[in-house]
T-cell receptor, first 111, second 118 residues
Framework: EDKVVQSPLSLVVHEGDTVTLNCSYEVTNFRSLLWYKQEKKAPTFLFMLTSSGIEKKSGRLSSILDKKELFSILNITATQTGDSAVYLC???????????FGKGTKLTVNP | DARVTQTPRHKVTEMGQEVTMRCQPI?????VFWYRQTMMQGLELLAYFRNRAPLDDSGMPKDRFSAEMPDATLATLKIQPSEPRDSAVYFC????????????????FGPGTRLTVL
């Protein structure tokens, strides 16, 4: 059965800290790894990764995929209170449009 | 600013009642997904459609749930009869599949319908 496991489940940091969120996956015929940010509403797209070793960056956020070890990390540098959210990782299956989601990491950034 | 819209945003109903949730995907998107999110289970895929045809509804309790796309601008999810365990947030998402089963654009989520069944 396909699964995506995220760690830690929750994380509390202070503004300015750097955090690393982890995502491991076992997805049939894996095609892509997606990261979403969910505040008190709908998940919003952050990154889609399909190739190993190529870092994607957007401002203070960056992510990389390791297809050999079946994991991805999401880094956030110089965290701000606005980064507080649940971060979801999802694996995309080849041959279909289905995404398998992890349960998320709840990040709390305190001032 | 194209976005997925969902109605209603909140629904409180009593056990046994029918519930209908509606979704308008982003114009031009050819794939629509229905998810359910709970604290315990996280985000679960219920069903999805490509070009209005149902492709997978294996995540859906068949006896009480049904999903349809009457046209390209409307997707519906019905629960009849509803039960307290159906209480959750139901998300619709849409995406554009450029090559069937190949590279897929990301899924864009609607704001969700928060359902409470008493």
């Amino acid at each position: 059965e396909d699964k995506v496991v995220q760690s830690p489940l929750s994380l509390v940091v202070h503004e300015g800290d750097t955090v690393t969120l982890n995502c491991s996956y076992e997805v049939t015929n894996f095609r892509s790894l997606l990261w979403y940010k969910q505040e008190k509403k709908a998940p919003t797209f952050l990154f889609m990764l399909t190739s190993s070793g190529i870092e994607k960056k957007s401002g203070r956020l960056s992510s990389i995929l390791d297809k050999k070890e079946l994991f991805s990390i999401l880094n956030i540098t110089a965290t701000q209170t606005g980064d507080s959210a649940v971060y979801l990782c999802a694996g995309g299956q080849g041959g279909s449009e289905k995404l398998v989601f992890g349960k998320g990491t709840k990040l709390t950034v305190n001032p | 600013d194209a976005r997925v819209t969902q109605t209603p945003r909140h629904k409180v109903t009593e056990m046994g009642q029918e519930v209908t949730m509606r979704c308008q995907p982003i114009l031009g998107h050819n794939t629509v997904f229905w998810y359910r999110q709970t604290m315990m289970q996280g985000l679960e895929l219920l069903a999805y459609f490509r070009n209005r045809a149902p492709l997978d509804d294996s995540g859906m309790p068949k006896d009480r749930f049904s999903a349809e796309m009457p046209d390209a601008t409307l997707a519906t999810l019905k629960i009849q009869p509803s039960e307290p365990r159906d209480s959750a947030v139901y998300f619709c998402a849409s995406g554009l599949v450029r090559i069937a089963g190949g590279l897929t654009d990301t899924q864009y989520f609607g704001p969700g319908t928060r359902l409470t069944v008493l």
